[in-house]
């Protein structure tokens, strides 16, 4: 369904039937509709589009400045997420007229040369599972789980588009406080003026397990992480609290109109946090330049990204360039829509102011491995001393983490699918204090079970420090969108295989 | 198995068979080793107790002083919680000898008058589904619980003990420091020279719903609350970190060894919650001394009581006379031992201190009311429109809540048992502000259900704006004490009852 409202505007004579006829426009006068213009077109096949009132309320933010001055397709062609009915209804109503004839090639406007904006896309580890190139969505292999701090090589990526150009001395962070007042920091403004502080902090995609999700309920949107859409690393840089403290924020006596912090990086991805996280002297957030006491790679927002510990990945933006202290919300559709999640009969396109965006996260656990321990092939016999004799064990090791800082006190262990259970080993990894102000890190788990007890199937649930545990089943706690599974971890066990999750 | 160790004491000359015999002891030397003396001592039976180096350890506190310098068993048949092999263990290594034969009456300790410490507590509302007497823990009936705000005369009672005897003027609240320091407040000192602030926040019981555990999977110890142990308040008082501030104690900049404050109230119950929560702005943590508008309840702490809002109601200690900056946790059996949980392997007596004290809770919800509504009976015909015609319906309602002031985001509800769900309807009590820093207060739902949907078994399950969400069975969530039962509330529904949950 097209909406012809906008139709108006034509200024054309009317067609041979005697309707008003589409006004013509020159590519060439498209062209001067640019990102600098009073006024931005594009144009999408061969209609013509004045844009201009949208921008502002684009959900994608800026990056559509890109496409203003010239053809939007190519961009939707990375951009998939455009292609569907109601974003043809949005562009519709703000139709102008048609390319002029003159200018087709084949009846096509002829495709111009964009930059390639995933051209600054870093080389990857071979090891990282890859779902998508463009942009990169990446999860770390299980392998690479096992290690407390995860190398920045194997850190899962989750890109929402390319890896912008960025440079260390360019790069600034403008502070927008709700007067309208503006400070501008550079890195080094940072690292000079600010106290310096690392944290161990977990990051997870809220599509870490969509793949469980997917294979125990029904197909959910988005793609088939399975465990690895989460990592944890030591975050170095300074606290976002004490540079808004810097501008003349009152961050100890907040006005009301300062509800949100918003970040907007230089790809033009957008997020928020609650301002009173964002200003909790516990709440460690980070503008963080160091990763694992390097400075961050290109993937990871170089030269420097915010950190929001126990909350969403989705809001520890990288590439940060903007933070704005506001009233609402991020306009942008990783606030307002896409990182929400909707009861299991809620489907299509619901009303998605409903939902609050997604910040803390649900207790969560996963199996990241499981290896057979013989006494005939093992060099960890230790391993095989169980009830006080020695026998073949299988290994079962994973992670366990909750969001909002809340540690975990317990993991459960099944050996029968879910019918017993008995208590892993929980790994103290972090000596107090080290990790921060709360359990930002996950935690590792681990238990060796004879093999003669392994019935087929393991089972983790885990229990946070509210005493919140893992549901169950995977169909009463379905989204749409497939975030935050979180339902127990189930994985066939095959002896003599030596299986990894 | 008794233990011996300590019969070195005994100095009577040995028995007919040479072995060394009892010593005598009058009762009126027991009696000169009451609360005041320098060693206490105790009766049991026709044995006596020299208990004075078991005192401070004590894990129920000083009440154990009401004992001493007579005998304990009348102590014992009001707080059976020593009836156990344990704790017999524990008092005979303290035992000194017999009581002189001279003093007995049929071969027993005549009983004294102990003065009854129930003797203050207050008659109550007929209405209130009472578990125990003495102590007195009733529930708030299913009636009551439809109330946003629980009126006074419902609202649930859990007591440990006796209502102590406390008045108005002679209360005082003693503040210990790290350093030893102590400060003194009467009632009206926190009147006059403090913020007065009033917030709405629910206590739950971490008992609530345990007679539900107890039916689905196993028995669990403890009274067996159904929904009820749970209910709603406005509370008004001063602040907490008000008055740590006042006495010069560092909040913004707590030293090492402030890591805890306990709380003791005049009937001798104790417990502590974390430094971070009792200073935190945001935390919300009160001296109370009025709920709803009233002055305390007598059974509800008068007149002064500790409201830590969204942790276990077992940390807002009644009748508070002391707080204390420690750097351990509250030493009393409730902080080390009852409120925990465990696996649902462990039983019997785990090693308590491998478990953390609940604090947070985790999300909750329960049905406590279903009412068929008919088009022949009904004054509420608003409710009779469904899908745009009217039929007969089952209005169902409840609560639901999270701990540590997470709001509830979603309460799903299903008529079919399990299988398939739908979002009931959240009610908007409070105003944004009203009650607190962060969400304290549970949340009201209610669901109007064609009678035809009903399916036989209605079932509830929340999510909190974590997404954290309830388990759905109950054997992989039991643990022995039956605390924070909060797996999925599943009412059977007959139609044409009427019936209520």
Avoid at 81 to 100: A, F, P, R, T, W
Avoid at 265 to 273: F, M
Wanted: with cysteine.
């Amino acid at each position: 369904m097209f909406i012809f409202t906008s139709i108006i505007h034509a200024e054309a004579p009317p067609n041979e039937d005697g309707e008003p006829r589409a006004r013509q426009i020159r590519l060439s006068e498209v062209k001067q509709h640019g990102r600098n213009a009073e006024t931005q077109w594009i144009t999408k096949g061969t209609r013509v589009y004045d844009i201009t009132e949208w921008i502002p309320g684009h959900p994608g933010g800026e990056v559509i400045l890109r496409a203003v001055g010239g053809a939007v397709d190519s961009y939707w062609n990375i951009f998939t997420i455009h292609k569907k009915q109601e974003v043809y209804d949005i562009l519709e109503s703000y139709y102008i007229g048609d390319v002029d004839s003159t200018d087709l090639v084949d009846g096509q406007v002829p495709v111009d040369h964009i930059d390639d904006p995933f051209e600054n896309d870093p080389a990857r580890d071979e090891r990282l599972m890859i779902h998508s190139q463009r942009p990169c969505n990446a999860e770390t292999p299980t392998t690479e789980l096992l290690k407390f701090v995860t190398p920045n090589e194997t850190f899962y990526v989750r890109n929402h588009m390319w890896v912008p150009e960025t440079s260390l001395k360019g790069h600034t962070i403008t502070i927008e406080l709700p007067n309208g007042e503006e400070r501008i920091y550079t890195i080094q403004d940072l690292k000079d003026n600010f106290q310096e502080v690392s944290i161990t902090a977990t990051l997870q995609c809220s599509g870490n397990r969509r793949k469980h999700m997917t294979e125990e309920s029904r197909s959910a949107d988005g793609l088939p992480w399975s465990v690895g859409g989460i990592s944890n690393a030591v975050w170095t840089g300074v606290r976002l609290r004490d540079i808004l403290k810097d501008t003349g924020f009152p961050i100890d006596d907040l006005p009301d109109d300062a509800k949100h912090a918003q970040f907007v990086g230089a790809e033009a991805y957008g997020a928020s946090i609650p301002i009173d996280k964002a200003v909790d002297k516990r709440g460690d957030v980070l503008l963080a330049y160091q990763m694992n006491g390097q400075s961050l790679p290109h993937d990871h927002g170089f030269p420097v990204r915010v950190i929001v510990p126990g909350t969403v990945a989705a809001r520890s933006v990288k590439w940060v360039n903007r933070v704005v202290v506001s009233e609402e919300e991020s306009p942008s559709q990783w606030q307002q829509r896409d990182y929400k999640c909707f009861g299991p009969n809620v489907g299509g396109n619901p009303d998605w102011s409903t939902a609050p965006a997604i910040q803390d996260m649900p207790v969560q656990s996963a199996i990241t491995s499981l290896r057979d321990i013989s006494s005939q092939f093992t060099q960890e016999r230790d391993l095989l001393q169980v009830n006080e004799r020695e026998e073949d064990v299988v290994a079962v090791e994973g992670y366990a983490f909750a969001g909002g800082g809340r540690s975990i006190v317990r993991v459960d262990l099944s050996t029968d699918g879910g019918r017993s259970w008995h208590q892993a080993e929980l790994l103290k990894d972090l000596d107090e204090g080290e990790g921060g102000h709360k359990a930002w890190a996950w935690t590792r788990w681990r238990s060796v079970v004879p093999r003669h007890m392994a019935g087929g199937c393991f089972v983790v649930k885990a229990v946070d420090e509210a005493y919140n545990t893992q549901p169950g089943e995977y169909e009463p706690c379905y989204n749409f969108r497939g975030n935050l599974t979180s339902s127990w971890h189930k994985v066939t066990y095959e002896p003599s295989a030596g299986s990894e999750a």
